[in-house]
């Protein structure tokens, strides 16, 4: 950190122990903000964007203009419900990577701006380790350290959390995510945006063991889902009768859908069962190598009904501790935000104005 910025934040003088944090996401399609004081969210409001589900997914330069309209309504709302004020707050906390870089670069300027104005430490923050942090939020919480597997539309990984500020990935998708192949499945079905909540739904009145899709065998603990997708979609186009592409089994479009029709639930619920499998089998692997007990999970995904009943029953079986935030902390939100804030607040790791936000970054 420069003297400058030293001296701009006053670094000499005494901060609190703990302090009234403000968090700001807009890493994606969700505008929020948080305000945690002494390691306790007290509001976490989200705004999201329903202009996206006509086009079938988010739309980049629709999320930063729904982002700017959003942010300060926003804010405004969480720092109410919290029952604090604006000079209450000790620090202002945002999402600096990764994410749509037009939604991330709202959020971080108006950070930045507000910090500025009124003379506050800036906190940046990893979104995928603001995830993982999300275990922290509620009692009971994991002990350090923990496994934590963390599957979103963007990422598929296997986390080791040595403490609130150290980790380290241990296992990743080698090509798409988690989430990605609920969502692309999803359309291959003729299922709205966001399809990955409806094959959850539809899933329920399934029998997930009617259709079987192959598991990807990837050495270690990295994972796989593009080969699942192109059977899957192989699959449908052969409306049923063979996971490979062949000319003579390829069905018209009204047998595929009528297939699909008849058999929707059974369908959702045996991709689903699959990519669970995919998933826990690794986070096993995970378990037996590291010889760790305290299992949790974070992101999008872990809203997934059918994941967190197979993560309690796969504790049981194999007698892990399993942790799963609420249903508010999975999917995209400033609570996690500030949850991480707080523990770097607490070690004094503050940025400066120079920081600026990044589609793609390292932990």
């Not at 997930?208 to 994972?223: S, T």
């Not at 029953?313 to 902390?329: D, L, M, R, V």
Request: aromatic content about 8%; proline content about 5%.
């Amino acid at each position: 950190m420069s003297q400058t910025s030293k001296d701009f934040y006053n670094l000499s003088a005494p901060f609190r122990e703990t302090g009234c944090i403000l968090a700001i996401e807009s890493s994606c399609d969700e505008t929020s903000a948080a305000i945690c004081r002494d390691g306790k969210i007290l509001s976490n409001i989200i705004a999201g964007q329903k202009v996206h589900e006509q086009y079938g997914g988010v739309v980049p330069e629709l999320a930063s203009r729904a982002h700017i309209q959003n942010i300060i309504p926003v804010v405004d709302a969480a720092i109410k419900k919290a029952g604090c004020n604006i000079s209450d707050i000790d620090a202002i906390a945002f999402t600096q990577s990764p994410g749509l870089i037009g939604s991330l670069l709202i959020g971080s300027q108006f950070a930045k701006s507000l910090a500025l104005s009124l003379n506050k430490p800036l906190i940046a923050v990893h979104h995928m380790q603001a995830h993982v942090l999300a275990n922290l939020i509620d009692d009971p919480k994991p002990s350090f350290p923990f496994l934590c597997l963390t599957v979103s539309g963007g990422h598929t990984q296997i986390v080791l959390c040595e403490s609130p500020t150290k980790m380290k990935v241990i296992g990743e998708t080698i090509d798409d995510a988690a989430g990605e192949a609920f969502d692309k499945t999803a359309k291959l079905l003729g299922l709205p945006y966001p399809g990955g909540p409806l094959i959850d739904k539809y899933a329920k009145d399934g029998d997930p063991n009617r259709f079987q899709f192959p598991e990807p065998q990837i050495p270690g603990l990295d994972f796989s889902f593009s080969g699942l997708k192109t059977s899957i979609l192989y699959f449908l186009q052969n409306a049923g009768k063979s996971h490979i592409y062949k000319e003579q089994f390829l069905a018209t479009e009204d047998e595929k859908n009528k297939f699909i029709k008849e058999n929707l639930n059974d369908l959702c619920a045996s991709v689903q069962q699959r990519i669970i499998s995919i998933l826990l089998n690794k986070l096993k692997k995970a378990s037996i190598e590291t010889g760790i007990k305290d299992i949790c999970i974070a992101g999008g995904v872990s809203a997934n009904s059918g994941l967190r009943k197979a993560l309690e029953e796969s504790g049981k079986k194999n007698k892990w501790n399993t942790f799963i935030p609420a249903f508010e902390y999975c999917t995209d939100n400033a609570g996690m935000i500030a949850i991480t804030a707080y523990y770097k607040f607490l070690e004094g790791q503050f940025s400066d104005l120079t920081v600026s936000a990044s589609a793609r970054a390292e932990w």
